[in-house]
């Protein structure tokens, strides 16, 4: 993977810093999603996550002062408020309710080669030369994924093709969202697309009334930190070092995220993905770093 970001001018450095602690954050919600998928259903889960996150990112724009973003900003935070922070959020917690932590993220990071591919179309951005290569290798990786999971029965299939849906939409989200940069700022784009998120996810909110009075202090404690650190804060570094690079640079730092997914999975969880899995993965984020080669 070619990252050209300078180290040069201080805010480059503070991109590059906002960049890590997304990557770290991002990576810890796969296994804070898998602790507490057995007590919420993949909506409530989103919905809960996306209400403390919307209260956090709120306080925060209260304290700082930060209005109502301007109307050309509109379009990008609406589109990415359902893709990202909706739909996104309720197909990976389904998704991860049938397979591992660590499958899915190797599958959802196919995202950053559709990234590279719609920033190149959408964005302007241009087309790195092997993206084509890459694409054809990550769909090679999601494949041997699939047949891996096949033992498992129609639900592991079933959950493999619900985190290449993440991916999708994860793309969709990070394409809608760089135009708004331009208008409006980092919090301000982050916390009005939580806040369309939410109101897109409302129909959940009797089942999440319902499993919230059910479920153990440490799944609601997980539903939190879900909405406060992976949501609140890690979007907003993510949406604040985009606005100072290119959409398909920034989707290629996370293809680090898997492997952090990986090791937090299999020291909290104890789950570690098989050979063949982990063998479909690795192609995944092969094709990755093909396509970000010049």
């Not at 290798?137 to 999601?142: L, Q």
């Amino acid at each position: 993977m070619n990252q050209d970001i300078s180290v040069q001018a201080p805010v480059d450095r503070r991109a590059l810093a906002a960049a890590g602690v997304t990557v770290v954050l991002w990576a810890s919600a796969f296994v804070s999603i898998r602790g507490a998928a057995p007590y919420f259903s993949p909506g409530p889960l989103a919905l809960g996550r996306l209400l403390a996150g919307s209260a956090v990112l709120g306080a925060i724009l209260l304290v700082r002062r930060e209005g109502w973003p301007p109307r050309a900003a509109w379009p990008g935070i609406a589109g990415a408020g359902v893709l990202w922070f909706g739909l996104y959020m309720v197909v990976l917690n389904w998704g991860e309710q049938e397979v591992d932590a660590g499958t899915a993220a190797m599958v959802v990071n196919v995202g950053p080669v559709l990234i590279a591919l719609l920033g190149g179309w959408l964005l302007k951005e241009g087309f790195p030369r092997n993206l084509l290569a890459g694409m054809a290798v990550s769909f090679a990786g999601a494949v041997v994924v699939g047949v891996s999971m096949s033992g498992g029965g129609r639900s592991s299939v079933l959950g493999v093709l619900l985190c290449l849906l993440a991916a999708v939409s994860y793309a969709g989200g990070v394409i809608c969202q760089k135009p708004a940069l331009r208008h409006a700022s980092a919090l301000q784009v982050t916390a009005f697309g939580c806040f369309v998120g939410t109101a897109a996810c409302l129909p959940f909110a009797g089942a999440l009334i319902e499993q919230a009075a059910a479920a153990p202090p440490p799944a609601l404690l997980n539903v939190v930190y879900l909405g406060v650190f992976p949501t609140a804060l890690a979007f907003t570094t993510w949406a604040y070092a985009l606005a100072r690079t290119t959409a398909g640079k920034m989707g290629a730092t996370t293809y680090v995220v898997p492997a952090l997914v990986v090791l937090m999975s299999w020291v909290v969880l104890g789950e570690v993905p098989g050979w063949l899995t982990f063998a479909g993965g690795l192609l995944c984020l092969a094709g990755v770093a093909v396509s970000r080669r010049k």
